[in-house]
């Protein structure tokens, strides 16, 4: 075998395990090997290329893997984690989970509270995965949060598609660095429309917040919610600076939405520990995608890391809105060490307040 094929079919082993296969043997097994791991051939293609069934090829294949002549290796990003992602995809039942290692340079949480949450690199693969899930035509649909915001910005290559805003801005004054520009970058990638919403997130009244959803601009961007076949989402833990919508309210609202039990908070809605939606009253002063149609699009995608959030990243899993999640090894170490009943899978997407009534 030539150095090129070195990577993913080795030359025979020196081991004494090898040398107790004939000569013959030997040369067939990786014959065999090269075609099927090299060249992709099939065990029946090649079967009918060495006149034996597809049986003895799979023997053949299997003799080559015990006996270390062909040698299988397998590499991810070293920023990638896959032991954690497919042990993390299989708790929640997710349709895909990707875990990045947590920046080396992060302070330890548990002691200070102070390390940062949704780490940039968090955006950057979420962009990656974004660019698998989207095909030619899709409609994207993109919610406030630091978080959908980086992955805008690290958007590289997007199929044609429409992409619109599902939530107002944490502030309008503020739109052009924050929602609006994301949603028109996603736009200018995929070479797309852009249907951006501008208006805040959070305003002082339901008759407020229904007045700016029947303005023409807004209400073009709300026909599109249900056509939305992937969204990108943030996730917020209800305490200072890591949920928008907590440091939008007064301190008697918080206080309020803290005594029915919140834990986590995203696009505007509250969930407790157990994913069931709590004050579902604030969701009639927000601009926001509703939490019934979140549930009909097809693939949703959480972006969330950090320990300060885990819990909050917990609670959503749960809620059965998400199907999948792009987080960091310190979020995950804290999924994966949770006890207790198993969370219901998110491609279930059914709502835990059903299941509690």
């Not at 070195?6 to 014959?31: D, F, I």
């Not at 060249?39 to 079967?47: D, L, P, R, V, Y």
């Not at 799979?58 to 990638?80: G, K, M, Q, S, Y």
Request: glycine share 8%.
């Amino acid at each position: 075998m030539n150095s090129s094929e070195e990577n993913a079919v080795s030359a025979m082993s020196a081991g004494r395990s090898a040398l107790r296969m004939g000569p013959a043997e030997l040369v067939q097994a990786a014959a065999m090997a090269r075609r099927f791991y090299l060249e992709g051939k099939s065990k029946i293609q090649i079967a009918e290329e060495f006149g034996v069934s597809r049986f003895k090829v799979a023997r053949v294949l299997e003799t080559a893997l015990e006996r270390d002549l062909v040698r299988i290796e397998i590499r991810v990003p070293a920023e990638l984690d896959a032991e954690r992602s497919d042990a993390l995809r299989a708790r929640y039942g997710l349709r895909h989970a990707v875990v990045v290692e947590s920046p080396a340079d992060a302070v330890d949480e548990t002691t200070t509270g102070s390390a940062p949450t949704d780490p940039e690199n968090l955006g950057e693969v979420a962009a990656d995965l974004l660019g698998e899930l989207v095909t030619e035509g899709d409609v994207l649909g993109l919610a406030w949060g630091r978080s959908t915001i980086h992955m805008a910005a690290a958007l590289h290559q997007l199929p044609p598609c429409t992409v619109v805003q599902l939530t107002g801005v944490y502030d309008a004054g503020t739109a052009e660095r924050g929602s609006v520009e994301a949603v028109r970058r996603a736009a200018q990638v995929s070479g797309g429309e852009a249907h951006p919403i501008y208006a805040p997130m959070l305003l002082p009244d339901p008759a407020t917040a229904a007045a700016l959803r029947n303005q023409t601009g807004i209400a073009r961007a709300f026909e599109y919610f249900d056509k939305v076949t992937v969204a990108a989402v943030s996730i917020g833990s209800w305490e200072p600076g890591i949920s928008t919508v907590h440091d939008m309210l007064s301190d008697e609202e918080r206080a309020h939405y803290a005594s029915l039990g919140v834990a986590a908070e995203m696009s505007a809605h509250l969930f407790d520990a157990q994913g069931r939606r709590v004050g579902r009253d604030l969701g009639e002063r927000c601009i926001t995608v509703e939490a019934d149609r979140l549930r009909r699009i097809p693939e949703v995608v959480a972006i969330a890391g950090g320990l300060r959030k885990a819990s909050a990243i917990d609670a959503v899993l749960r809620s059965g809105l998400v199907t999948s999640l792009v987080t960091d090894t310190a979020a995950a170490d804290y999924l994966l060490g949770e006890t207790g009943t198993a969370p219901r899978p998110a491609l279930d997407r059914a709502d835990p307040d059903d299941a509690a009534r």
